[in-house]
């Protein structure tokens, strides 16, 4: 690219701290560091004309993980690293209302729902008997029952006769998070600049020199928060996991409010503009699904068409309005990894599908490494 003097002097000439990615972690981390440093010039290099990744292209879940999601954490992490995590999911999510205000999320707390199939009755009956354990166990947290069973009164089929209710859960839309996250970063004077690749960098004494698909610069200090497409950059404990979505079209009279959780967390359900959003399968094939391509798979939209068809919504007429996915980080575990990577590069990636939930936190905790 043939760069002006005035291009490289406005964008690219003295930069501080550049940040790759321009999701949730990436805007919280430039957001952080501009408030502890205010004269510094931060530049974000996002690939996509949108945040590509997940945070436009989520369910707008604001939630800490169904019961079923924390038991089944609770087998490959202690009781302390399961409480720390929903502690950061909660903390999070207060810091990302805090940061932007409720009305410019939509945030709705209507509560979050888990369902249990028939066929998973086992299950059922475990989480009915740990809801006092796990209550009593995030009860510092909450500083109130967090777990309660209530009667099926969504009318939805082929499931258990009761839900496993949480009563703080809640909803948001994603769009106008991430449209209000920019706004708030370019009033500060920081940097995006989109359909940028970084394809390489090497860092030396002082600087990181950074190679992308149109252009060379050097920065101070350089900060990875790509999540699913870390290992394009990163050596680290992380893959990439696609999670494909449909919307309805509006339904009349719709009467399911709230965010539903179905099969340990694998699909997942919402009211949206009188619409039902739908999303997940990722279980049934996850050798396909770890891919950082943007696609549907025709088993997967299948399995989402017939659980709408025969659980969401049996006695109703609907048609699907659009399709899409997205891509998440995940690993071995839950933990983000949030470090220092050598003298003058950091990284916040493994969001494990709750970016919503712990981007911001994860932000702050990014700069606060520097």
């Known amino acids: 690219m043939n760069l002006s003097y005035w291009e490289l002097q406005t964008w690219l000439r003295n930069v501080d701290f550049t940040i790759v990615g321009s999701g949730i972690v990436g805007l919280s981390t430039a957001l952080q560091l501009q ?31 169904s019961l079923s999601e924390i038991l089944q954490d609770l087998q490959s992490h202690t009781p302390d690293e399961v409480v720390a995590l929903v502690k950061q999911r909660h903390d999070g999510l ?15 707390q209507l509560g979050g729902y888990e369902l249990l199939l028939e066929k998973d009755r086992p299950l059922y009956e475990t ?29 939805f089929t082929k499931v258990q006769d009761n839900y496993i209710r949480n009563q703080f859960e809640g909803q948001i839309d994603t769009g106008k998070m991430m449209q209000a996250l920019i706004r708030k970063a370019q009033k500060q004077g920081i940097i995006i600049l989109n359909n940028t690749t970084v394809e390489s960098y090497i860092e030396d004494v002082n600087t990181v020199a950074i190679k992308t698909n149109h252009f060379e610069f050097s920065s101070t200090k350089l900060i990875i928060t790509t999540n699913g ?5 990163l050596k680290e404990d992380i893959q990439p996991a696609r999670a494909q979505v449909l919307i309805t079209k509006p339904i009349q009279d719709l009467h399911i409010k709230g965010t539903f959780h179905l099969d340990c967390g694998y699909y997942y359900f919402r009211n949206i503009d009188n619409r039902i959003l739908l999303g997940g399968g990722r279980n049934l094939d996850f050798a396909t699904e770890t891919t950082t391509k943007f696609s549907q798979t025709e088993r997967i939209q299948t399995a989402l068409e017939a ?53 911001s936190i994860i932000g702050k905790e990014v700069s606060a490494l520097i």
Request: glycine letters at 12%; charged letters at 15%; proline letters at 5%.
């Open 35 to 65: 408030q502890k440093l205010p004269k510094a010039k931060i530049v974000i290099l996002e690939k996509g004309l949108f945040p590509q990744g997940a945070s436009t292209k989520n369910a707008g879940f604001a939630c800490f993980g």
């Open 127 to 155: 989480c009915l008997q740990q809801i006092k354990n796990i209550n009593t166990l995030l009860k510092p947290i909450f500083k109130a029952e967090v777990f309660s069973n209530v009667t099926n009164s969504f009318g």
């Open 229 to 233: 497409f870390a290992q394009q950059l």
């Open 94 to 108: 207060q810091l990302l209302r805090a940061t932007l205000g409720d009305d410019n999320l939509s945030y709705k």
């Open 307 to 359: 659980l709408l068809a025969g659980t969401i919504l049996p006695n109703t007429p609907f048609e699907i309005e659009h399709r899409w996915s997205g891509i998440m980080g995940v690993g071995a575990q839950k933990t983000p990894i949030v470090k220092q990577l050598s003298n003058h590069t950091y990284c916040g990636v493994r969001m494990g599908g709750m970016g919503i939930a712990i981007g």
